[in-house]
């Protein structure tokens, strides 16, 4: 069990560095590209370090998670985690889009 959290954090920490990056560089770009309102580039910057976050989380965390079930983790993984990915991150972007937008 120790070893589970330790990789899951693991997995964490690099989705953290991997958002920080994809959000700094796509925040600009936002930014740049779309000044109106100038608060979409931090919304989109926001959103995708959020989802890297998650992502990186979640993609170390479900096939560990279905294994403990006897589940076969090669075959459930895919749709399952593309799916929850896909949906939960479309709700981060709303939900940050909201609180920095006022929508």
């Keep these: 069990m120790n070893e589970t959290f330790r990789v899951i ?3 964490f920490r690099v ?8 959000g700094l560089f796509l925040g600009v770009i936002a930014y740049l590209g779309f000044s109106d309102p100038a ?3 931090v919304v989109v910057g ?11 989380t979640l993609g170390t965390a479900i096939p560990l998670v279905l294994k403990r079930f006897d589940v076969d983790a090669a075959i459930a993984t895919g749709p399952f985690v593309t799916t929850s990915i896909d949906i939960l991150g479309v709700l981060m972007y709303f939900y940050i889009a909201k609180f920095f937008l006022d929508l």
């Design 46 to 56: 926001i959103s995708i370090f959020f989802c890297m976050a998650m992502s990186a």
């Design 15 to 22: 989705g953290l560095i991997l958002g920080l990056i994809y």
């Design 39 to 41: 608060m979409l580039g």
């Design 9 to 11: 954090f693991k997995e």
